[in-house]
């Protein structure tokens, strides 16, 4: 298969950090707007088809979960100084966190959150997605600092029956026989272990779709971690095994 396809007409390093400076901000999760809206960026830059799975859904041996949105989360210290703030950074509030608002002292509030000792500067990202819990993240330095006293703790987010979504591009090839490349779209605002994965692909994707006379067929897909992993399997698992 010989195609001369211009490189430089499909991705450069301007186009490609472009699109990582529009996904990075969103938080994300398995479910819910911060996944769609990110699915809609996506769209700008290829035809990509959504599809979806209800809440409550069997996929395989899993059950799909409840969509989960969120608008705010912070922590207030004694002093009544806003110490965690999920508006400055969304990774502070533990993904998938159940509603909250209320006063606990520090040892109980020490409970509740995560840190990286040996990366003390960094905010870990944790997840709660199939247990009803709430968490928040912290900078360890922040974490040691931390004055005895009451804390206002508030979170406000949301269960709802809703839907999982997922993108999917095809290519069809002179055979059935298919690559397919696959990548999360859940995680918010991280560089390495998320952003990359989608925007390589989608633009792997324009090249891939400028190949002239394809011999096999070429399929993306765009998911959340696991339990998007599961449903696509559930439903597709048969044409999969063929081709």
């Not at 969103?26 to 960026?41: A, E, V, Y």
């Not at 100084?81 to 159940?98: A, C, E, R, T």
């Not at 979504?165 to 690559?179: R, T």
Request: charged share 25%; net charge positive; glycine share 4%.
């Amino acid at each position: 298969m010989k195609n001369k396809i211009n490189v430089n007409n499909i991705a450069d390093s301007k186009k490609i950090t472009t699109l990582i400076n529009k996904l990075y901000p969103i938080c994300r999760s398995i479910t819910g707007k911060g996944f769609t809206d990110s699915l809609k960026i996506l769209q700008e830059n290829m035809e990509i088809k959504l599809s979806k799975f209800k809440t409550g859904s069997k996929v395989l041996d899993w059950t799909i979960p409840k969509e989960w949105n969120i608008k705010d989360a912070y922590v207030v210290d004694p002093d009544g100084k806003k110490i965690i703030d999920f508006k400055k950074h969304n990774l502070h509030v533990v993904n998938y966190s159940i509603p909250v608002n209320k006063i606990i002292s520090l040892n109980e509030l020490k409970k509740k959150l995560f840190t990286l000792p040996k990366q003390p500067n960094a905010i870990p990202y944790i997840t709660s997605y199939y247990k009803k819990d709430w968490g928040f993240c912290i900078e360890y330095n922040k974490f040691k600092n931390l004055k005895k006293g009451r804390y206002h703790i508030y979170i406000d987010s949301k269960f709802t029956k809703g839907n999982l979504n997922y993108g999917e591009i095809v290519f069809p090839g002179k055979s059935k026989k298919e690559i397919l490349f696959s990548t999360y779209l859940c995680h918010p605002s991280l560089a390495n272990n998320e952003i990359s994965g989608p925007c390589v692909s989608t633009y792997l994707s324009k090249y891939v779709k400028n190949i002239k006379n394809r011999y096999y067929t070429y399929r993306f897909i765009f998911i959340p971690e696991t339990i998007g992993s599961i449903g696509y399997i559930s439903k597709n698992l048969n044409y999969m095994k063929k081709n």
